[in-house]
């Protein structure tokens, strides 16, 4: 088959074959959103599976907006991560991040009280966002570049348990936070290496990213393009 007969948009496969195609992305909604996800666990890759999961409902046209907590600056890892860049060349993908520079209770020079207003911020604007979701129809296509707090399809909220876990959040209230949620917004939760047990009644999908083995084990400090 010869290119003008697979066409402009067409994908080939590694056989010769014509793959599936990308198309351009438009403000669409999604069929069965609605669910409670938690991703949890000591081993690499929470956070990149939320992002990941995030990536694809964007290219289908579909509103996201990731919150994180617990994700600022370390000497190991640049203040601007890579996704950051990549979320904003992503229409209908945004970002904030509320976390404080070195990470609580690691005695890195960074204020465990500021750690703590931080994440106390970043649930009062997570809040926000879902006080703008239950006003919106959600069922609906709705703009890529608005506003999170104009509601978006899919809300991830990135490290909110290791903070509940290390006691910067009130596990009650992330409790009030899923119980409260719009029926139609998917919300991903992310973070922690405890079990968060108090999840059960609520969450309908629950994983748990184990760690075998791990390359800090040996020294290695975070890489950019992995693990930043």
Same mark, same amino acid.
């Given at each position: 088959?010869?290119?003008?007969?697979?066409?402009?948009?067409?994908?080939?496969?590694?056989?010769?074959?014509?793959?599936?195609?990308?198309?351009?992305?438009?403000?669409?909604?999604?069929?069965?959103?609605?669910?409670?996800?938690?991703?949890?666990?000591?081993?690499?890759?929470?956070?990149?599976?939320?992002?990941?999961?995030?990536?694809?409902?964007?290219?289908?046209?579909?509103?996201?907006?990731?919150?994180?907590?617990?994700?600022?600056?370390?000497?190991?890892?640049?203040?601007?991560?890579?996704?950051?860049?990549?979320?904003?060349?992503?229409?209908?993908?945004?970002?904030? $991040?509320?976390?404080?520079?070195?990470?609580?209770?690691?005695?890195?020079?960074?204020?465990?009280?500021?750690?703590?207003?931080?994440?106390?911020?970043?649930?009062?604007?997570?809040?926000?966002?879902?006080?703008?979701?239950?006003?919106?129809?959600?069922?609906?296509?709705?703009?890529?570049?608005?506003?999170?707090?104009?509601?978006?399809?899919?809300?991830?909220?990135?490290?909110?348990?290791?903070?509940? $876990?290390?006691?910067?959040?009130?596990?009650?209230?992330?409790?009030?936070?899923?119980?409260?949620?719009?029926?139609?917004?998917?919300?991903?939760?992310?973070?922690?290496?405890?079990?968060?047990?108090?999840?059960?009644?609520?969450?309908?999908?629950?994983? $748990?990213?184990?760690?075998?083995?791990?390359?800090?084990?040996?020294?290695?400090?975070?890489?950019?393009?992995?693990?930043?």
């Amino acid at each position: 088959m010869t290119d003008s007969e697979r066409g402009d948009g067409d994908q080939r496969r590694c056989d010769g074959g014509v793959g599936p195609a990308a198309t351009p992305i438009e403000p669409s909604a999604p069929e069965e959103f609605g669910l409670v996800q938690a991703f949890w666990g000591d081993g690499k890759g929470k956070t990149t599976a939320a992002l990941g999961m995030a990536f694809r409902a964007a290219g289908h046209g579909y509103r996201v907006h990731v919150l994180q907590f617990m994700k600022g600056g370390a000497d190991s890892v640049e203040d601007v991560r890579g996704e950051y860049n990549a979320i904003e060349a992503m229409p209908g993908l945004s970002y904030e $991040n509320t976390g404080h520079y070195g990470w609580h209770g690691f005695m890195d020079g960074s204020d465990d009280d500021e750690h703590a207003a931080q994440a106390a911020g970043g649930m009062a604007r997570t809040e926000e966002v879902l006080a703008g979701c239950g006003e919106t129809d959600l069922t609906a296509p709705l703009a890529l570049d608005g506003d999170p707090t104009d509601g978006v399809h899919m809300l991830v909220l990135d490290e909110v348990l290791y903070a509940a $876990n290390r006691g910067l959040l009130d596990v009650d209230e992330v409790l009030a936070l899923v119980a409260g949620k719009p029926d139609d917004l998917e919300l991903v939760l992310t973070g922690g290496h405890e079990r968060p047990d108090w999840l059960d009644d609520v969450a309908d999908l629950v994983t $748990n990213v184990r760690k075998e083995r791990h390359p800090i084990e040996a020294g290695q400090r975070a890489r950019k393009g992995t693990e930043f």
